[in-house]
């Protein structure tokens, strides 16, 4: 019952079409009546100054984040029995239009400030030492839910591939088109984990098969599912909702 | 019209009223956009009608949310150590009893509470605008904590974790709009007290 009316409240925001028509009213609108009393002097047609100021104030609020991150600080663990079940499905599509990757013939492709760029199969991966958490996953809509993820360390992964850990960013891009991208602070967190199971089962497809970088220091959408290739580079490489004037940063 | 015989009583501190100023448009952006937000994932059976809103979307109100929250703690730090430095919270909000809050509300509902003296706050007004301080510290720490559920964990365990600090953040900014509607009221029901947030003083009643 609660994961319908998350469901039905994200479709409130995410069809492209009403977002884009949104975007363009976004200040307009905005300023009709909470705002204009406090900005009755000033012509609306301002729209794009003000729009400079908030994107500001945002990239500042980017700068202040950083600096309040602290890489030893961990997120709070829940026991299974706090697991929220079921766990939501959440995108910027419903869940009949889930992408379905093969993991057949899937091969997570390496490129930018990395050393060894092979590609990695699916059993390659699994191979690797895995571990678990269980965390609060935070959506930048409000809600939250506690689910359980198991992966590799995305530090002990980025160590194996030479990942250049001083580089700013590793972006990430995703089988459903959806990109996105983290400092490399975040990256290298203890508690941040390339995931390929949720719940002890290989992950399904609207949980992200087959892989999902776990950022539980980051709100909902800083964690990419569907990864198919991932970079590491010192040029800011935005994301599908960060572009469009959600926070980049976003760290919980 | 002013003769020299007038007397003028400063009942409003500068700091006061630019603080209070700078406030109202602090507020006025922090609920209207807060609302928003509250739409993208209502945690009650209820929505608050977009109209009502800023932001456009959830991202816009977002953007708007944390760029106010910088005027309205930076705005509050100056009101609220200038109010304890300066001796105004103790000389205007205090001494606060139950007893002459409970009597002066009642008068306030008969419509019999005394404005002569606009220098000096009735209890019914101490403990309304005591709230709004209380209610604006409240915000501000489950604002944090809603923000930063990890990296401030210790302040989102106050308020029983990130689901306990959603709740008392909506309740908190509920019982902030009710006081300021009714503050509104009071001002409308009494208009000379509006000139004096803008200049600071007031006629000595004769």
Known sequence: MKGRTMETSLADHAPTLIRSIERRLFLRQGLSLGALALLSGCDLTDDESVQKVLNGMSRWNDRTQAWLFNPNKLAPEFPESAITKPFPFNAFYSVDEVEYVDGASYKLELAGLIRDKKPWTLPELYSLPQTSQITRHICVEGWSAIGKWSGVRFSDFLARIGADTSAKYIGFKCADDYYSSVDMATALHPQTLLTFRYADEILPPKYGFPMKLRIPTKLGFKNPKHIMSMYVTNEYPGGYWEDQGYNWFSGS | ?206
């Open chain 2, 1 to 206: 019209m002013e003769s020299a015989q007038t007397q003028w009583v400063r009942i409003h501190p500068l700091v006061v009223r630019i603080t209070h100023w700078i406030n109202v448009l602090a507020i006025l952006v922090m609920v209207t956009s807060g609302w928003r937000i509250y739409n993208a994932s209502p945690l009650f059976p209820f929505r608050i009608p977009n109209e009502l809103t800023l932001g456009g979307w959830l991202a816009g109100a977002l953007q708007w949310h944390f760029a106010a929250m910088w005027l309205l703690v930076l705005n509050g730090l100056v009101y609220v150590v200038y109010g304890i430095f300066s001796g105004h919270f103790r000389g205007k909000l205090f001494p606060l009893t139950p007893r002459a809050v409970f009597r002066d509300v009642l008068e306030a509902l008969r419509g019999k509470l005394a404005h002569e003296d606009l220098s000096v706050y009735n209890a019914a007004q101490r403990a309304a605008y005591l709230a709004i301080i209380l209610c604006g510290v409240v915000l501000v720490f489950s604002g944090l904590a809603i923000w930063k559920p990890v990296q401030l964990q210790e302040i989102t365990a106050i308020f029983g974790g990130y689901e306990g600090a959603r709740v008392v953040h909506f309740l908190a900014m509920a019982l902030l709009v009710l006081i300021v509607l009714v503050h509104v009221l009071m001002v409308i029901l009494v208009p000379r007290t509006l000139p004096t947030m803008f200049t600071g003083r007031s006629r000595r009643a004769s």
